[in-house]
């Protein structure tokens, strides 16, 4: 199984909320940050975003959108030397899901959403992303991403019955669509299992772990899917990914194993099973080891922000 479909199979959000802005010239935005996935499309005008991470400013144009995935702060302006207001002082301009803020000039027109993911499901794939993508128009913008993105301007725009459930699945559309462009555009991955996805190689191999997990895989037998040496794939493999094939395998199993735990209430034993153990005692053993609990105490708690 193609493991970016793997994962993203079992990501749904939750809590989202979207707002549509528009700033006249001059105006400056603050935002402190906040957590989970916050992403802002620029539709029309233009705009500097500032981020801590990114050494320069981003001059951003109708079209661009721009994803952050952690908690920093960032400054959206139309001119360096433009105001900046504190977002909990824009907040007091919101009007239902509309925000006109500004110095009565040019106007640019944002739509912002944030969202929240459910932090075991998104943990494969927060750890290899950036904590911001930026994704120009002209950057392998397909038309699938591009026809997402005008859905989202025109529901924002003029919301009709439903608009909440519409826009919350075009947020996750979005958020599937600007992974595969960040994932396609140069200088993208390089590294991790999503950087392993583009080596044709060691893409077999991710595949093979990722469609059996049970499967009693060794090293020799993933070299051999992947068409390589044992140990050129196992070097390869622990350089772009950063782990060495079997640990990356304990670690998928120990994923699709809170994913059962959560979904079911099959018996421990298959549990086990299903992930590629043989003993309870071993999967015990194994999954306290990576998430600092038993699967029982996992299962009793119910707990979603394990990583």
Same mark, same amino acid.
């Given at each position: 199984?193609?493991?970016?479909?793997?994962?993203?199979?079992?990501?749904?959000?939750?809590?989202?909320?979207?707002?549509?802005?528009?700033?006249?010239?001059?105006?400056?935005?603050?935002?402190?940050?906040?957590?989970?996935?916050?992403?802002?499309?620029?539709?029309?005008?233009?705009?500097?975003?500032?981020?801590?991470?990114?050494?320069?400013?981003?001059?951003?144009?109708?079209?661009?959108?721009?994803?952050?995935?952690?908690?920093?702060?960032?400054?959206?302006?139309?001119?360096?030397?433009?105001?900046?207001?504190?977002?909990?002082?824009?907040? &007091?301009?919101?009007?239902?899901?509309?925000?006109?803020?500004?110095?009565?000039?040019?106007?640019?027109?944002?739509?912002?959403?944030?969202?929240?993911?459910?932090?075991?499901?998104?943990?494969?794939?927060?750890?290899?992303?950036?904590?911001?993508?930026?994704?120009?128009?002209?950057?392998?913008?397909?038309?699938?991403?591009?026809?997402?993105?005008?859905?989202?301007?025109?529901?924002?725009?003029?919301?009709?019955?439903?608009?909440?459930?519409?826009?919350?699945?075009?947020?996750?559309?979005?958020?599937?669509?600007?992974?595969? $462009?960040?994932?396609?555009?140069?200088?993208?991955?390089?590294?991790?299992?999503?950087?392993?996805?583009?080596?044709?190689?060691?893409?077999?191999?991710?595949?093979?772990?990722?469609?059996?997990?049970?499967?009693?895989?060794?090293?020799?037998?993933?070299?051999?899917?992947?068409?390589?040496?044992?140990?050129?794939? $196992?070097?390869?493999? &622990?350089?772009?990914?950063?782990?060495?094939?079997?640990?990356?395998?304990?670690?998928?199993?120990?994923?699709?194993?809170?994913?059962?735990?959560?979904?079911?209430?099959?018996?421990?034993?298959?549990? $086990?099973?299903?992930?590629?153990?043989?003993?309870?005692?071993?999967?015990?053993?194994?999954?306290?080891?990576?998430?600092?609990?038993?699967?029982?105490?996992?299962? &009793?708690?119910?707990?979603?922000?394990?990583?």
């Amino acid at each position: 199984m193609d493991p970016l479909t793997d994962i993203l199979s079992g990501l749904r959000i939750r809590q989202a909320n979207f707002t549509r802005m528009d700033a006249s010239a001059p105006w400056g935005v603050n935002s402190p940050g906040e957590g989970g996935v916050n992403f802002v499309l620029l539709v029309r005008g233009s705009a500097i975003l500032s981020t801590p991470g990114s050494p320069q400013p981003i001059a951003l144009r109708s079209g661009d959108v721009f994803i952050k995935l952690d908690d920093s702060p960032y400054r959206l302006v139309d001119r360096e030397d433009s105001a900046l207001i504190d977002c909990v002082e824009v907040e &007091k301009l919101r009007v239902g899901n509309h925000i006109q803020v500004g110095g009565g000039g040019a106007v640019t027109t944002f739509i912002s959403g944030w969202f929240a993911l459910d932090a075991l499901e998104a943990g494969p794939l927060m750890r290899v992303l950036p904590p911001l993508l930026c994704l120009k128009l002209d950057q392998h913008r397909s038309l699938a991403f591009q026809s997402v993105l005008e859905m989202l301007a025109l529901e924002t725009e003029s919301p009709g019955m439903g608009a909440e459930a519409v826009v919350s699945r075009l947020f996750e559309l979005l958020f599937v669509h600007a992974i595969r $462009a960040y994932s396609m555009q140069p200088g993208g991955p390089t590294r991790g299992w999503l950087g392993a996805i583009a080596d044709r190689n060691l893409a077999l191999a991710l595949e093979a772990m990722h469609g059996a997990p049970a499967q009693d895989w060794t090293v020799e037998s993933l070299a051999r899917t992947a068409g390589m040496s044992r140990s050129g794939f $196992a070097a390869r493999f &622990k350089t772009v990914v950063g782990q060495s094939p079997l640990d990356y395998l304990t670690q998928w199993r120990m994923h699709c194993a809170t994913r059962l735990l959560q979904q079911g209430n099959a018996a421990l034993s298959e549990v $086990a099973r299903q992930v590629g153990y043989e003993s309870v005692a071993a999967f015990n053993r194994v999954f306290r080891r990576e998430t600092a609990m038993t699967p029982g105490a996992f299962r &009793k708690l119910g707990l979603h922000g394990v990583r």
